[in-house]
């Protein structure tokens, strides 16, 4: 018994094509957005504007204030921002550390298509009538909900990311009732005002950073950790 021939490779073995090889990082690309429902927030967001148009091409007000005019755009634009946030997270845990410097990269690339995606569905809904301060306006309220609940996923988990646009959304139609005069409350001040749209846009910036660096916050909703299993387990077996 011999070890000649152990290192000679196979004959059958053939090295993977280039192209094949080419299409790995679009595979991991697809793989990344599968298991972060990205094909259901899609679909999600297409589904906001579709009501958005609904909503602005029959009319659909409740009569009141600045702050009953604001609601339904509002209410959608959260909802666009709740579906990213929650996309932020996967139900199997982060599996793409193993790709080391791509994870950023990906969760980067989702979280800005994600928004420009979100934009685009609202602006296409938009179309369906007159909306309050209009598109510029829109697009401020969009990213600064966006920013808190990117910043949300990052402290809270992703599966709780939601909770930041909504909690923001109940404090800017109490601030509306009256005359908010901090640029916090973006959606009460003109479309060109300066001051919101750097607030919105810093809440952006600091979200995506938050989540491109650090990710989704484990929120306790995913899978039980090996350390945590196999101290269970050893627990167990000295209890017996």
């Known amino acids: ?13 053939t090295p993977a094509p280039a192209g094949r090889a080419g299409l790995a990082p679009l595979r991991l690309a697809w793989l990344y957005a599968v298991s972060r429902r990205i094909p259901v927030a899609l679909g999600l967001l297409a589904a906001l504007g579709v009501l958005l148009w609904c909503a602005l091409h029959w009319r659909w007000n409740i009569a009141g204030g600045p702050a009953a005019q604001e609601v339904i755009p509002l209410t959608v634009e959260a909802g666009c921002a709740c579906v990213i946030a929650v ?14 410097r791509w994870l950023p990269y990906l969760r980067l690339g989702a979280a800005v298509a994600l928004t420009a995606i979100a934009y685009g569905a609202l602006a296409a809904g938009a179309t369906g009538g007159q909306l309050p301060g209009g598109a510029l306006a829109m697009l401020r309220d969009l990213a600064g909900l966006i920013g808190i609940g990117l910043v949300s996923a990052a402290a809270l988990g992703g599966a709780f990311g939601w909770t930041g646009p909504l909690a923001y959304l109940l404090v800017t139609e109490v ?4 005359q908010p005069t901090t640029p916090w409350i973006w959606a009460g001040r003109p479309p060109h005002d300066l001051g919101g749209a750097l607030c919105a846009a810093l809440l952006l910036i600091a979200g995506t950073a938050a989540v491109t660096f650090f990710g989704a916050r484990d929120s306790g909703l995913g899978p039980i950790p090996p350390s945590r299993y196999l101290g269970t387990r050893e627990a167990n077996r000295d209890a017996l």
């Open 1 to 13: 018994m011999t070890a000649a021939g152990v290192q000679d490779p196979a004959a059958s073995a």
């Open 87 to 100: 996309s932020t997270y996967g139900p199997f845990g982060e599996t793409e550390r193993a790709t080391g």
């Open 175 to 178: 601030a509306l009732t009256g």
